[in-house]
C-alpha cells in the first residue's frame, strides 16, 4: 500500500542533502545519550546543539532546523523545555520528533507524551513497544527496550496518525507509517540493540533527515536506512557491543551512496 512512497532515489538525494546542508538539530535528550546523539549526529553530518532549558528551548527552536524531543529521563525542567521546543517547532514549521522513550510503561511519562502530541510532531520515533504504549493499546514493555515487534505495532501507528505525519516504528524491521503508506525496512544489525542510545541517536537523525528531505515519510526512512546501513558496515568489524559503538560512529561517517545503493532493504508493497 503506498499512496506516497520512497525509492532508493529519494533516500540517495537525502543523504546528499545531508552532507550538503549540515543541518542543525536542537535536542533535549535523555541522560544516558547527549553525547552518543551529539557523536551520531556528527558522524552522520548534521549539526547538534543540547539546548534543552526552558529559558532558550523555545528561543533556539526558532533557529534549529529541527527539534529532538526525547523523554527518556524526564525531569520537570526539560518537559517544560519540550512543550515549549515543540510549540515553537510548530509555530515555526519547522520539523519536530518526538521520541517516548518508555511510553506505556510509565504512567506519568506516557501522559507528557501524549499531551504533547497536541502540537503535532513530524514524525513520532520509537521501539515498538512504545509505540503500542503511546497509542494505549496492550504491549508496552516495562522499562526503555523493547517487547513487541515492530509488525505488531502497526494498528497502534495508524491510530496515531491524526496527532503525527508520521510514525515510525522500529525493531528488526522497521515500519514507517504514514497516512496511505507503510515502508518497511529490513537489514541491520542485531547488535544494535546492545548498545544504549541507539534509539535515540536515530531519532535525532530522524530530525535532521526531515529537515532536509521533501516530506517527513522521505526523512524518517532514510534516517533508518543510514542506521541500518551504518550498523551493517560496523558489524563487519566486531561482533561486541564496546567496539561495535564506535564502529558504529564510524559507519555512520562511512555511509556513502553505493553502499546505500548496495545495502538498503526497503519494502513498500
Ligand atoms: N533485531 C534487530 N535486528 C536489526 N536491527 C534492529 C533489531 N532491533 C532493533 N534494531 C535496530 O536498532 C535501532 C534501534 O531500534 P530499537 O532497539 O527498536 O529502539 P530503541 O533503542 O529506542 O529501543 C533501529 O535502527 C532498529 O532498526
Ligand atoms: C537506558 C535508558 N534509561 C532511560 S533513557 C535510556 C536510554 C534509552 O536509549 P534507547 O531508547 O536508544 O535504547
Ligand atoms: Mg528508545
Same mark, same amino acid.
Given at each position: 500500500?503506498?499512496?506516497?512512497?520512497?525509492?532508493?532515489?529519494?533516500?540517495?538525494?537525502?543523504?546528499?542533502?545531508?552532507?550538503?546542508?549540515?543541518?542543525?538539530?536542537?535536542?533535549?535528550?535523555?541522560?544516558?545519550?547527549?553525547?552518543?546523539?551529539?557523536?551520531?549526529?556528527?558522524?552522520?553530518?548534521?549539526?547538534?546543539?543540547?539546548?534543552?532549558?526552558?529559558?532558550?528551548?523555545?528561543?533556539?527552536?526558532?533557529?534549529?532546523?529541527?527539534?529532538?524531543?526525547?523523554?527518556?529521563?524526564?525531569?520537570?525542567?526539560?518537559?517544560?523545555?519540550?512543550?515549549?521546543?515543540?510549540?515553537?517547532?510548530?509555530?515555526?514549521?519547522?520539523?519536530?520528533?518526538?521520541?517516548?522513550?518508555?511510553?506505556?510503561?510509565?504512567?506519568?511519562?506516557?501522559?507528557?507524551?501524549?499531551?504533547?502530541?497536541?502540537?503535532?510532531?513530524?514524525?513520532?520515533?520509537?521501539?515498538?513497544?512504545?509505540?503500542?504504549?503511546?497509542?494505549?493499546?496492550?504491549?508496552?514493555?516495562?522499562?526503555?527496550?523493547?517487547?513487541?515487534? *515492530?509488525?505488531? $505495532?502497526?494498528? %497502534? &501507528? =495508524? #491510530?496515531?496518525?491524526?496527532?503525527?505525519?508520521?510514525? !515510525? @516504528?522500529?525493531? /528488526?524491521?522497521?515500519?514507517?507509517?504514514?497516512?496511505?503508506?507503510?515502508?518497511?525496512?529490513?537489514?541491520?544489525?542485531?547488535?544494535?540493540?546492545?548498545?544504549?542510545?541507539?534509539?535515540?541517536?536515530?531519532?535525532?537523525?530522524?530530525?535532521?533527515?526531515?529537515?532536509?528531505?521533501?516530506?517527513?515519510?522521505?526523512?524518517?526512512?532514510?534516517?533508518?536506512?543510514?542506521? *541500518?546501513?551504518? $550498523?551493517?558496515? %560496523? &558489524? =563487519? #568489524?566486531?561482533?561486541?557491543?564496546?567496539?561495535?559503538? !564506535? @564502529?558504529?560512529? /564510524?559507519?555512520?561517517?562511512?555511509?556513502?551512496?553505493?553502499?546505500?545503493?548496495?545495502?538498503?532493504?526497503?519494502?513498500?508493497?
Amino acid at each position: 500500500m503506498s499512496a506516497s512512497t520512497v525509492t532508493l532515489d529519494d533516500i540517495v538525494a537525502a543523504h546528499r542533502q545531508m552532507r550538503e546542508r549540515n543541518p542543525l538539530v536542537q535536542c533535549l535528550t535523555n541522560t544516558v545519550s547527549v553525547q552518543f546523539v551529539a557523536n551520531a549526529l556528527l558522524a552522520a553530518g548534521a549539526a547538534p546543539a543540547m539546548v534543552d532549558n526552558p529559558e532558550e528551548a523555545a528561543g533556539f527552536a526558532g533557529i534549529a532546523d529541527a527539534v529532538l524531543v526525547n523523554l527518556g529521563t524526564p525531569t520537570a525542567a526539560q518537559v517544560e523545555s519540550s512543550r515549549l521546543a515543540s510549540a515553537a517547532a510548530r509555530e515555526a514549521g519547522k520539523p519536530w520528533v518526538l521520541d517516548p522513550v518508555g511510553a506505556g510503561g510509565l504512567p506519568w511519562r506516557t501522559q507528557v507524551a501524549v499531551e504533547l502530541l497536541a502540537n503535532h510532531p513530524s514524525v513520532i520515533r520509537a521501539n515498538a513497544s512504545e509505540v503500542m504504549g503511546l497509542a494505549g493499546a496492550r504491549g508496552a514493555s516495562r522499562g526503555v527496550d523493547s517487547s513487541a515487534r *515492530a509488525a505488531d $505495532s502497526v494498528d %497502534a &501507528a =495508524r #491510530s496515531l496518525l491524526d496527532r503525527a505525519e508520521i510514525v !515510525a @516504528a522500529s525493531g /528488526d524491521v522497521d515500519h514507517v507509517v504514514g497516512q496511505g503508506s507503510l515502508v518497511k525496512l529490513g537489514g541491520g544489525s542485531a547488535l544494535l540493540q546492545r548498545v544504549t542510545a541507539t534509539g535515540c541517536a536515530l531519532g535525532a537523525l530522524t530530525a535532521a533527515y526531515c529537515s532536509i528531505s521533501p516530506n517527513a515519510l522521505i526523512g524518517a526512512v532514510a534516517a533508518h536506512a543510514h542506521v *541500518a546501513v551504518a $550498523s551493517e558496515i %560496523a &558489524a =563487519r #568489524s566486531t561482533s561486541r557491543p564496546g567496539s561495535f559503538a !564506535a @564502529a558504529f560512529l /564510524d559507519g555512520l561517517d562511512t555511509v556513502d551512496e553505493s553502499l546505500l545503493r548496495e545495502l538498503v532493504r526497503l519494502d513498500t508493497a
